[in-house]
């Protein structure tokens, strides 16, 4: 499934994007759109953590039943 990979990428660039935005938010102060951003960014972080872990352990299963 080439989309998956695809998706991937696309979220993992949205968690790229939102850190960058936190981080620029940070140093004009910890304002709500700060921390509104580093929330987001940290949600999507581990959200692609896991889709990337069940993707792995799913990869390990299909390779041992070939």
Known sequence: MPNQ???GIIMLRW???FLVIALVAAL???TGIASAA???????FF???VICLV????GMSVAKKL
Not at 38 to 44: E, N, S, T
Not at 55 to 58: A, S, V
């Open 38 to 44: 580093a929330g987001i960014a940290k949600f999507l």
């Open 5 to 7: 990979g695809r998706r």
């Open 47 to 49: 959200l692609f953590l």
């Open 28 to 30: 004009f102060g910890f």
């Open 55 to 58: 993707l792995f352990i799913t």
């Open 15 to 17: 968690a790229v994007i």
